[in-house]
């Protein structure tokens, strides 16, 4: 089938759970995937021997992974000349989805790159992961939204079902259409 490439961001692991479930997902629909951390590319990345490449990022107070953006920016122009996708992980995205597209529109706008498709999905509050600031907002913000303030713990609010499902439309949306075959002639 085909060869996707998918790049991933991630501050506290859940988009990496995230990228890793998509490519579960591809893998068993018969795709070769490659998935790699945006800051630990091999250097001989070429994006030329891909069908398709789905870059997936976390929104860190206010913005997706700088080199994630960097990213795109760079190969915005061929990214934009084939199949390529775009997955947000926010925590805006269950509560406010206005304010999860607009995460999704900057990066867009700051770095070039139309993707075909692109999607939010809801992150984790990963309590036993940060320091005492970052828990100590992230726990302010929660009690605001009426979620667990229980610090003891990581709460994981990411849909997987819908994961699974982008994933499957993923499976054909970054796959090329295969060519007709030539008609006898007459």
Avoid at 9 to 33: K, S
Avoid at 62 to 87: D, K
Avoid at 97 to 105: K, L, M, R, S, V
Avoid at 131 to 139: A, C, D, E
């Amino acid at each position: 089938m085909s060869r996707i490439l998918i790049v991933y961001g991630t501050a506290y692991g859940q988009t990496a759970r995230v990228a890793q479930r998509i490519a579960g997902v591809l893998t068993a629909a018969g795709h070769g995937v490659d998935l790699y951390q945006g800051d630990r590319l091999p250097r001989d990345l070429a994006l030329a021997q891909y069908d398709g490449v789905l870059l997936a990022a976390s929104v860190i107070m206010g913005h997706h992974q700088a080199y994630i953006r960097h990213f795109a920016r760079r190969h915005a122009e061929e990214l934009n000349r084939g199949r390529s996708a775009f997955v947000s992980v926010c925590g805006a995205a269950s509560g406010s989805p206005t304010e999860a597209q607009g995460y999704i529109d900057a990066l867009l706008r700051q770095t070039g790159w139309q993707p075909k498709v692109t999607r939010s999905f809801t992150g984790a509050v990963a309590y036993t992961k940060y320091g005492w600031v970052t828990r100590l907002v992230l726990k302010a913000i929660s009690k605001r939204k009426g979620l667990s303030t229980d610090t003891s713990r990581d709460w994981d609010f990411t849909e997987w079902d819908e994961v699974e499902r982008f994933g499957r439309t993923l499976a054909v949306t970054l796959t090329p259409t295969p060519a007709a075959p030539p008609v006898p002639a007459a």
